[in-house]
């Protein structure tokens, strides 16, 4: 949709401020309208203490005297990007964004032995203290009088180390428990999917089995040239003698585990953001099927601990999937058969639409659509190893005016994937254009029996229910999801959720709860909790509440303008300034610490 920049704007007659594809965003009371000045004026304010009313009494002064409430000018970056020759401003990751390790956030940390009751292994040697007066007197003070994972689970791991300690430690620095929680939680495996020591072992001296990717491997062709012939199957083994345990329990490609895609709503796998704690958030709005975030194959098969902690699964999480990227056959299917044999999953997903350069320059992502011969093998092989359906993402294409998807879908259907989601964009394109949904409707045509699930623009139940028109077996939600988590709730129940700010502090405060279960409730996990809440809170920001809007629904791509909420809460969610969210978190988690520093993983989103 094209900018009519030229036309007159009449703030006076609309009320109304422009989003970046030209639609307008009408607000009911133009009182609600202010300039930048005055947003952070408030906000400003406010943190030190001031009354509101004094606030609200400076921004009703005569308007003629002031600047007139036309769109705000566009946010600048944290960097200063006015001196690069192009005068663009970068988009993507912000790499050399500042990162400190949890670590670093503990002055002094209490023996692990400690905190179990037992004897430390390393005596003398130990680098932590094990002096636990003088450890609770340099602790840092606690940050609430009460411990989700203690009244949750009747008994906390983290003890004295737990920054809500005070909660279930006795004065003589004893760990207090409640038997009748701890009873019903005994023996319940909450998480799933966890490496074990001894699989990490075998997969750093690579002495892991991987018997049915070796055969498939066997079976193809050395032959590089672009004449190569089709890659065959492997051939049945013939037996003489009596019926074997291996021949009775090996599955047809009929018996695998079925999954019913048809009609359900799909969060996205979704990096840095998607992580389990947020999918539990999503699942109680009515997510249907969750994934997890995109995982290295090459990284798995080295047991890489932070990589493995990618496919943990929740017990909430009835339907999960894990999302694989890698741009070889080999890799690819002995990860497929790793998996297989040592996590409970639903399917496994291939990330075939990743736009990154990381990724895409290696082969990998949007860089097996250009690579059919490849793609064809991976897809194959990783289907021989696997007993759960296998699924593939990927995006229109590579180029923005050359679409590629509707050559691939025919072909995906005679390589047995199980369902395909197509995200309407090109990589070229990353996110700065609508979707194509006119082409996902071909394409959802073309891979007819197969489910083809559409994604791209979902954040409203009217989007939704546009999307289902076009003849697709189900929607995936991605940054509508991260905008607004209930938009599952709104979708079910086909109706525009006016949710107050009270009600989505609540769900940043169950954010909160279950990263302190995931990444615990010392200092380190606390921070960690902090850091992945902040990176929620940079698309949070980007939605305006519906009893603000005269036209409804809110758009994906519209920029929010400068508002005053209904009151200071909804205020401080609408800021796009780092510092405010830093704000929102202390609510929950209390101070940061004196070292602290944040920067969204995403330029998009890093607004000073």
């Known amino acids: 949709m094209n900018l009519r920049a030229s036309k007159a704007y009449n703030v006076s007659k609309s009320h109304c401020l422009r989003s970046k594809t030209g639609n307008n965003i009408l607000t009911k009371h133009v009182q609600f309208l202010t300039t930048k000045d005055k947003f952070h004026g408030l906000l400003d304010s406010e943190s030190q203490g001031s009354k509101r009313e004094k606030a609200s009494e400076s921004d009703t002064v005569d308007d003629s005297k002031e600047t007139s409430l036309e769109e705000p000018e566009p946010k600048r970056l944290k960097q200063n990007f006015e001196g690069r020759p192009d005068g663009k401003r970068l988009r993507g990751q912000n790499k050399s964004r500042p990162h400190t390790k949890p670590t670093a956030y503990d002055e002094k940390r209490l023996c692990h032995s400690i905190i179990q009751n037992k004897e430390c292994p390393f005596g003398a040697k130990c680098f932590f203290d094990h002096d636990i007066v003088k450890y609770m007197d340099s602790k840092p003070p606690d940050i609430g009088e009460t411990c989700h994972i203690y009244e949750t689970f009747g008994k906390c791991a983290y003890g004295l180390s737990c920054r809500f300690a005070k909660a279930h430690t006795t004065p003589d620095f004893k760990s207090m428990e409640k038997a009748d929680l701890v009873k019903v939680y005994e023996g319940r495996t909450m998480v799933k999917n966890n490496m074990s020591k001894e699989l990490q072992g075998r997969l750093r001296k690579r002495s892991v089995s991987f018997e049915k990717s070796e055969k498939y491997l066997k079976t193809l062709s050395d032959n590089k040239d672009k004449g190569a012939q089709q890659d065959k199957q492997p051939a049945p083994v013939k037996t003489v003698g009596p019926l074997t345990d291996a021949d009775v329990i090996k599955l047809r490609p009929c018996e695998k585990k079925q999954v019913d895609f048809q009609d359900k709503l799909y969060l996205a796998p979704l990096t840095t953001c998607g992580n389990l704690p947020f999918r539990r958030v999503c699942k109680r709005f009515g997510a249907d099927i969750t994934c997890g975030e995109m995982a290295m194959c090459t990284n798995l098969l080295q047991g890489h601990q932070s990589e493995w902690a990618l496919l943990r699964r929740h017990e909430s999480e009835d339907v999960f999937g894990i999302q694989l990227e890698g741009s070889f056959p080999d890799t690819m299917t002995r990860c497929a058969e790793l998996i297989n044999n040592n996590t409970e999953v639903d399917f496994v997903d291939i990330n075939s639409g990743c736009p990154i350069d990381l990724v895409y320059n290696k082969g990998g992502g949007c860089g097996l659509m250009t690579r059919t011969r490849k793609f064809e093998r991976i897809v194959k092989g990783m289907n021989y190893v696997l007993d759960v359906p296998l699924t593939v993402k990927i995006r229109t294409g590579v180029q923005e005016k050359s679409n590629i998807a509707h050559k691939l879908i025919p072909e995906m259907k005679n390589w047995g994937v199980s369902m395909i989601t197509l995200h309407g964009r090109s990589r070229e394109q990353r996110y700065t254009k609508l979707a194509d949904w006119d082409y996902i409707t071909t394409c959802a045509k073309l891979a007819s029996p197969i489910p083809l699930f559409g994604n791209g623009d979902i954040l409203s139940y009217e989007d939704a229910m546009k999307a289902k028109e076009t003849g697709v077996s189900g929607i995936m939600i991605a940054r509508g999801a991260l905008i607004k988590p209930w938009i599952f709730t709104e979708i079910k129940e086909s109706r525009h959720w006016d949710i107050s700010s009270s009600e989505r ?47 409804v629904p809110q758009k994906i791509n519209e920029r929010p303008p400068y508002y005053m909420g209904r009151n200071y809460l909804e205020t401080l969610m609408a800021s796009q300034n780092v510092e405010d969210w830093i704000r929102i978190s202390e609510m929950l988690l209390g101070p940061v610490p004196k070292n602290f520093e944040f920067l969204p993983k995403h330029k998009a989103n890093s607004y000073k």
């Open 505 to 551: 502090l609540d769900i940043l405060k169950d954010f909160s709860n279950f990263g302190l279960e995931h990444w615990g409730s010392d200092t380190r996990g606390v921070e960690r909790t902090r850091t992945f809440l902040l990176e929620w809170l940079s698309f949070l920001c980007r939605y305006i509440p519906v009893g603000l809007l005269e036209r």
